[in-house]
């Protein structure tokens, strides 16, 4: 159960993250960035699409084994999340590097791609396959009374864990605010 909890934690809410898992267990990388890629256009854009399509079905690298840690939060925003874990997690993963085709218009321009080609973009990820979970002791927070400001996020761990990252962790909180203002 604590591996398929993991897994579905480290897949996230991508849409195709199962299928680019299995892609990457059968070696079909390439089969699956034709299968997952936007349509390629007929006019505008047509050249770039092909080019990126060549960089990412060459892209897979891997597997290598790797440990991580899912660290359990609090998540300070409108939504509650689950999956929820309440205890840090340590796994332990096969992990695969590869890239598929993205819109570029639908990634920020500080997203970093291989490649910005036009209307297209080869963007670089990881995939995890969970192959065991370790559940670690600690001694758990209790949930934090600040209030968060609308169209805001921030994350606090809901078990103690080392100061360097407690400070990684608060970091990946983050504010919109309008320009002017």
């Known amino acids: 159960m604590r591996i398929e909890v993991a897994q579905r934690l480290l897949n996230g809410r991508w849409r ?9 267990q059968r ?19 047509r050249l770039d699409h092909p080019r990126c399509l060549a960089l990412a079905e060459r892209s897979l690298a891997g597997p290598v084994m790797a440990k991580l840690t899912l660290v359990p939060l609090w998540a300070c925003s409108t939504e509650d999340a689950s999956p929820r874990v309440d205890s840090p997690w340590e796994c332990t993963v096969r992990r695969w590097t590869a890239a598929t085709v993205v819109e570029s218009r639908n990634c920020a321009p500080d997203i970093p791609l291989r490649l910005r080609a036009g209307a297209f973009g080869v963007l670089q990820a990881r995939f995890e396959e969970v192959l065991s979970v370790d559940v670690r002791d600690a001694e758990p927070l ?28 608060q970091a990946l909180g983050f504010t919109a605010e309008d320009e002017g203002d």
Not at 16 to 24: D, G, I, K, V
Not at 142 to 164: D, H, L, S, Y
């Open 16 to 24: 195709h993250a199962s299928a680019a898992l299995q892609a990457c």
């Open 27 to 45: 070696g079909e990388w390439a089969e699956f960035v034709r299968r997952s890629a936007p349509a390629r256009p007929t006019l505008a854009g």
């Open 142 to 169: 209790p949930q934090p009374t600040r209030e968060v400001p609308m169209f805001a996020n921030g994350f606090q761990p809901r078990v103690r864990v080392p100061p360097e990252l407690e400070s990684r962790i």
